[in-house]
């Protein structure tokens, strides 16, 4: 006796918004700010704790700690650090970024 076995291809695609929905958690996003503010120049470390993101829908924020090189023009950096944090979270997640505060907590010289 043989058996067959029958597949079935469905012949429309099912809408996004009946799929499902994949969330995003707030520790992959911090994840993902302490990498990106270390990749700027003159960023020595984040500073104390990892950042801190949260992720509301499609929009996350995010603080982040940060020790620079010292002399810096913090200005510019930490402008830098925001529009760098910002691009990346958004090209590895998906979500836009509505604010990124920067806390200069040290500046120090380098060896």
Known sequence: M????????PTQRVPAEQRG??????KVVSGIALQ??????????VAGHPPVARVDGDLATIR????LDY?????????????HVARRVLELTGLEV????????????RS
């Open 2 to 9: 043989t058996a067959t076995a029958t597949v079935v291809i």
């Open 21 to 26: 929905r994949t969330r995003i958690c707030d």
């Open 36 to 45: 990106a503010a270390g990749e700027v120049g003159r960023v020595r470390a």
């Open 64 to 67: 982040l700690d940060v020790a």
């Open 71 to 83: 002399p810096s023009p913090l200005h510019s950096v930490a402008a830098e650090i925001r529009g």
């Open 98 to 109: 509505a604010q990124v505060d920067v806390h200069v907590t040290s500046l120090e010289v």
